[in-house]
């Protein structure tokens, strides 16, 4: 039976959201237990349902990696043990990412091979069911040449053995399409993937959403710009939507007969049904939870926990870098 550690605290919206989506996974998912990691009092009503492992701290947002590591009682840092001492296939936590990033890699170390982990997230394109997996959303600041060859490589990976995608095509953000195009770094990432059959060149950021890229590859700080970028765009444009139709009696009117479309695309642009971001090449299963996650988006975190450890994406890595 597949065993996921869940971190309850650290989320903008506390415990209750985890703790619902907790009852709402386990009555849909048999085999599969879970460990709710966080403060005994808020979890009450998951006595009977799931182990309960009590931890009263939070690590804060901006806290370093030796803060972390010294809050023993925290719920992330005794969430991250489970993994560590075997007690645990996969960790989920909508925590400090700083906080989750560090005690994972510390804790967990990277894989043999692995020069730096990635966080990585499927962002949905114009194709209806079709994602294009992007990396390093956030992890770094700043990647070598060879890190981002390696995170082509677990990008390709995860999207073949995740997603489903046969020989996934992928990309290098940069701004020109030309071999010669991208920063300094980007441009010696072509050289080391140019020999690599599933390399295909670099992609603009205004057609790596347009369904042609299977895998775009990034450094972390350009990788995570991307991503609040494309969230706020997405905000934005349904928040334009909405006041358009809201506008008077006939704007409303037209809403009923254009209502199916507007669901449709709405349900291209939901990011929480990805389930947040994956932290590819450590040695475990981890997975980050936007901080202000509600019910759903937890669930689907603790649904693509279920998933990694199922295809043992840590194995694939380990044997493909």
């Known amino acids: 039976m597949i065993k ?16 619902e989506a907790i009852i709402q996974f386990l009555k849909e998912y048999k085999d599969v237990s879970i460990i709710a990691v966080g403060k005994k009092e808020e979890l009450k009503k998951l006595e009977g349902v799931c182990e309960i492992v009590d931890a009263p701290d939070i690590v804060p947002m901006e806290a370093g990696p030796l803060e972390v590591m010294r809050m023993k009682n925290s719920s992330m840092y005794k969430t991250v043990m489970l993994a560590k001492e ?80 046969e020989n996934p095509k992928v990309y290098l953000l940069s701004n020109g399409t030309e071999p010669k195009k991208g920063s300094p770094v980007g441009k010696e990432a072509y050289k080391l993937l140019s020999n690599y059959p599933f390399f295909k060149g670099n992609i603009e950021a205004r ?40 506008k008077n009696l006939w704007t ?35 997975v980050k939870v936007h901080g202000n996650a509600d019910t759903y988006s937890m669930f689907c975190a603790i649904r693509v926990a279920k998933k990694l450890v199922e295809k043992d994406i840590s194995g694939k890595i380990k044997e493909g870098i």
């Open 4 to 19: 996921i550690a869940v971190d309850t605290l650290g989320g903008d919206n506390g415990s209750g959201p985890v703790v």
């Open 207 to 246: 057609n790596a959403l347009n369904g042609e890229a299977d895998v775009i590859v990034t450094d972390g700080f350009t990788g995570n710009i991307f991503l609040k970028s494309s969230e706020g765009m997405a905000k934005m444009m349904g928040g334009l939507f909405k006041d358009a139709f809201m």
């Open 252 to 286: 409303m009117l037209g809403y009923l007969h254009v209502r199916k479309g507007i669901k449709n695309i709405s349900k291209i642009m939901d990011y929480k049904s990805t389930g947040g971001a994956m932290l590819l090449g450590v040695n475990g299963v981890v």
């Open 86 to 165: 075997g007690k645990a296939d996969a960790v989920v936590s909508a925590g400090s990412t700083g906080g989750f990033l560090s005690s994972s890699t510390l804790l967990l170390k990277t894989l043999p091979g692995v020069n730096r982990a990635a966080f990585v997230a499927p962002f949905p394109t114009k194709i209806k069911g079709h994602y294009a997996v992007i990396l390093d959303i956030g992890a770094s600041n700043e990647n070598s040449a060879e890190e981002l060859k390696q995170f082509a490589l677990m990008g390709a990976l995860y999207s073949e053995h995740i997603l489903g995608v």
